[in-house]
């Protein structure tokens, strides 16, 4: 076994598990891990300082989650929108490829905790091959996104066999890893991994960073290595009640990730998913939020602020409003609240 497959399997899965390590009322848990597996690795687990700081929120779960009657199973219609299990098509030009049903962490707000790390996530070599022929009768479909779960997971052998298969296909331009191994995880990045992934090129990262104290030497170290290796990073946040919903957490992280190369990606509105209700702001606290990073801090640092819209309508930026009038001349307001204006071009 790797190290990280080590480390891995010394995961806190279990109530005697987290009664052992956490200073928490494990009893009161069992319904709430019987509905979403747990899983905090040791790697995870040094991060955590106290109960209920930001680390703790995010990997243990919290009766709360069980408590939920406002959100969905599957806010984004997902399953709806898969012509073949495991494949949204939700885009004209891109899908969404499913091919890993678990994590190094199951973060308790996961938007596909309805089948994440559970039974009912079947990602067989039968699925696979039903997404390469959906993929070769569409051509249409420049970009895959794989997720899961999480694809570095998978063994070596698996990511390369999945990436060789994509890379058969001509129309496909553009493949793109969802992972949140190297903030999870990051001994997974090995070189191992790092010299198959670069010969899968043009091939993007997004990977998944919620709070600076994330940002650890050997997080850094995974990102270089995959910087080093040609491949784009980007980040995609989940604007989350408790952990990171002020300016200044997430100014201090948006600022970490371009010091270790990661372009902030998205900041997303928490979806409606049943059991993360607790985890959820206000649009108008989202939008507050972004409109002190605005001029304030690098644009290189600045994520799109998005919410997936509700039964799969799609991911709407969200943008604090600087526009005060539209007509022949522009009247607008500048970062810094001063009043601006900019005369239009004659359109006659
Ligand atoms: C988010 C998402 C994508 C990718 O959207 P981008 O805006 O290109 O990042 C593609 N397919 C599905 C189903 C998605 O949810
Ligand atoms: S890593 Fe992603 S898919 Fe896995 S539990 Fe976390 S949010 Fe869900």
């Known amino acids: 076994m790797e190290p990280w497959q080590i480390i891995l399997q010394n995961s806190i899965t279990t109530l005697d598990g987290l009664q052992e390590h956490l200073d928490c009322d494990s009893n009161a848990l069992r319904e709430v891990i019987a509905n979403f597996p747990m899983r905090i690795n040791p790697y995870f687990l040094k991060l955590m300082h106290h109960p209920g700081d930001p680390m703790w929120k995010q990997a243990v779960p919290d009766v709360a989650e069980i408590n939920d009657r406002v959100c969905e199973e599957d806010p984004l219609e997902e399953e709806n929108l898969s012509p073949v299990a495991n494949l949204v098509h939700k885009y004209p030009d891109r899908v969404l490829f499913l091919v890993s049903n678990t994590c190094a962490m199951y973060c308790r707000f996961c938007t596909r905790n309805r089948k994440v790390g559970t039974a009912k996530m079947k990602i067989t070599p039968e699925t696979l091959q039903a997404g390469y022929d959906y993929l070769r009768c569409h051509p249409g479909i420049r970009e895959v996104l794989i997720s899961g779960g999480d694809p570095l997971l998978l063994p070596d052998e698996e990511i390369a066999a999945i990436l060789k298969n994509l890379r058969s296909i001509p129309s496909i331009e553009v493949i793109r890893i969802g992972t949140r191994v190297p903030s999870v995880l990051p001994m997974r990045i090995t070189d191992k991994l790092v010299t198959l992934l670069k010969a899968y090129h043009p ?12 940002i650890t030497a050997e997080s850094s170290l995974a990102c270089t290595m995959l910087a080093d290796a040609g491949i784009p990073l980007g980040c995609q946040t989940v604007l989350l ?9 997430l100014k201090k992280l948006f600022l970490a990730l371009l010091r270790i190369r990661v372009k902030p990606y998205y900041l997303f509105q928490a979806d409606l998913t049943r059991g993360t209700n607790h985890f959820r702001t206000s649009t108008a606290t989202g939008i507050a939020i972004m409109r002190q990073l605005y001029g304030h801090i690098s644009g290189m640092a600045i994520p ?45």
């Open 203 to 214: 091939l993007y990262i997004n990977t998944h960073f919620n709070h600076p104290a994330e």
């Open 304 to 348: 799109t602020y998005a919410l997936d819209g509700p039964k799969g309508k799609g991911k709407i930026p969200l943008t604090p409003q600087y526009i005060l009038a539209q007509g022949d001349t522009l009247v607008f307001e500048n970062y810094q609240g001063e009043l601006c204006s900019y005369p239009e071009a004659d359109c006659g």
């Open 241 to 249: 009640k408790g952990v990171n919903d002020d300016a200044e957490t």
